[in-house]
C-alpha cells in the first residue's frame, strides 16, 4: 500500500491505486471514490453548529434521504420508505404522495401513551370492527354532539340530538 505521512501536503489533484493509508490530519477539499468505502472509526459530518447536508441516494431516480442541515431536518425523498424489522417487511412509515402519510404494520399497530390525541380536520375514518374496552365519552359537560347510530334498515337511525337534548 501507499501511505501517506501524517505531515504531508497534498496538492489540487491526487490518484491513487492499489491499498492507500492516509494517517494524521490531511485536509481535502473534494474526494471522489468510485468504489466500496470501509470507515473504521468514527464519521464527523461538519462541526457543531456549522453542519453540512448529507444524502444517501437510492436505486430509483428521486428517491433518497437527505440531512438538511439548514432545517435541522431528516428527509425521506420522494416516497422513500422508513421501515422497521427488516428492509422488505410491512412495518413502515411511507409518504406515497405530497399529504399522505402511512403508517403500515404487518400484524399489530400498538400506540402506548397516558393520551393519544388525534387531531382530524374533517373526519376519522375506521376501516373495520372497533372495540372500546372502557368508557365512551361524547363531547363535554355543556357542550354536546349529535350522535347517530345506522340500524341495517335504509333510513333506519338512532339519534342523539344534542340541541334538542333528546334521543330519537
Known amino acids: 500500500g501507499i501511505g501517506i505521512a501524517k505531515s504531508a501536503t497534498i496538492g489540487e489533484n491526487l490518484t491513487v491505486f492499489g ?50 442541515q439548514s432545517a435541522d431536518e431528516l428527509a425521506l425523498v420522494g416516497d422513500t420508505k422508513l421501515s422497521f424489522h427488516d428492509a422488505a417487511g ?31 380536520a374533517t373526519v376519522l375514518n375506521v376501516d373495520g370492527a372497533s372495540q372500546l374496552n372502557n368508557t365512551l365519552t361524547v363531547g363535554v359537560d355543556d357542550t354536546g354532539y349529535d350522535v347517530k347510530l345506522f340500524g341495517a334498515t335504509a333510513s333506519a337511525f338512532m339519534l342523539w340530538d344534542q340541541s334538542e337534548d333528546d334521543l330519537i
Open 19 to 68: 491499498d492507500t493509508d492516509i494517517d494524521g490530519t490531511t485536509n481535502l477539499d473534494a474526494v471522489d471514490i468510485d468504489g466500496t468505502v470501509q470507515i473504521d472509526g468514527t464519521v464527523t459530518v461538519g462541526v457543531d453548529g456549522t453542519g453540512q447536508d448529507v444524502k444517501f441516494f437510492g436505486d430509483t431516480s428521486g428517491q433518497f434521504l437527505l440531512w438538511d
Open 90 to 120: 410491512g412495518e413502515n412509515i411511507v409518504a406515497t404522495s405530497d399529504g399522505h402519510l402511512e403508517i403500515n404494520a404487518g400484524t399489530t399497530l400498538d400506540i402506548t401513551a397516558p393520551t393519544v390525541d388525534i387531531n382530524a
